[in-house]
C-alpha cells in the first residue's frame, strides 16, 4: 500500500534570494521559481506596491521549511 504524500505550502531554504516565498511556491506547483521571481518582478514595475504586498503578506503567512 502506497502512501501519498500530502504538499505543504512552506518558504523553501535552498531556492531562497530573499525569503523563500518564490521558492516555496515553485516547490509547491512544480513550476521553475523563475516564474514566481518573473511574475513579482513585473507586479513591482508599476510602481512597487502591488508587488511588495502579496509578497510580505506571503512572507509572514507562510512558514519556513523544517530542514
Do not use: Q
Request: glycine share 10%; hydrophobic share 50%.
Amino acid at each position: 500500500m502506497m502512501v501519498e504524500k500530502t504538499k505543504k505550502l512552506r518558504r523553501s531554504r535552498n531556492k531562497r534570494i530573499i525569503a523563500g516565498v518564490c521558492g516555496g511556491l515553485s516547490d509547491f506547483f512544480g513550476i521553475s521559481v523563475f516564474w514566481f521571481r518573473l511574475a513579482f518582478f513585473i507586479l513591482l514595475i508599476p510602481g512597487g506596491l502591488p508587488g511588495v504586498v502579496p509578497y510580505t503578506i506571503l512572507w509572514l503567512v507562510m512558514p519556513r521549511a523544517s530542514w
